[in-house]
């Protein structure tokens, strides 16, 4: 079992940053590749950036490459995600993702499955 506590969602202005935290306990983190989903409403969820096991590979989706940055500490069991010149259409609840099946940062939804229960970010205009 792996458990996934996320923190650092907010209310932000557009234009401004915020970065999540991800703190996992269980599985051994340093084996799982993570990702960050996220879900607007009324939308069905979408994988934002995925990480590999050593941090030696990343994937983000087209709509937030240059503006989001996924990282993490193997040490600190913590994965990040560093989000800077925010838009509305960012606004959505996001989840941290561990998996059981891969160390690669692959960007399939169904590799990843343990969630946190998921930080809501809300980008003002």
């Known amino acids: 079992q792996v458990q996934l506590v996320e923190s650092g969602g907010g209310l932000v202005q557009a234009g401004g940053s915020l970065r999540l935290s991800c703190a996992a306990s269980?599985?051994?983190?340093?084996?799982?590749?993570m990702a960050w989903f996220r879900q607007a409403p009324g939308k069905e969820r979408e994988v934002v950036a995925t990480?590999?096991?050593?941090?030696?590979?990343?994937n983000y989706a087209d709509s937030v490459k240059g503006r989001f940055t996924i990282s993490r500490d193997n040490a600190k069991n913590t994965v990040y995600l560093q989000m800077n010149s925010l838009k509305p259409e960012d606004t959505a609840v996001y989840y941290c993702?561990?998996?059981?099946?891969?160390?690669?940062?692959?960007?399939?939804?169904?590799?990843?499955?343990?969630w946190g229960q998921g930080t809501q970010v809300t980008v003002s205009s």
């Open positions: 269980g599985r051994p983190f340093s084996r799982s590749a």
């Open positions: 990480i590999s096991w050593s941090a030696s590979s990343t």
């Open positions: 993702a561990a998996s059981s099946r891969t160390m690669y940062a692959l960007f399939a939804h169904d590799y990843y499955d343990y």
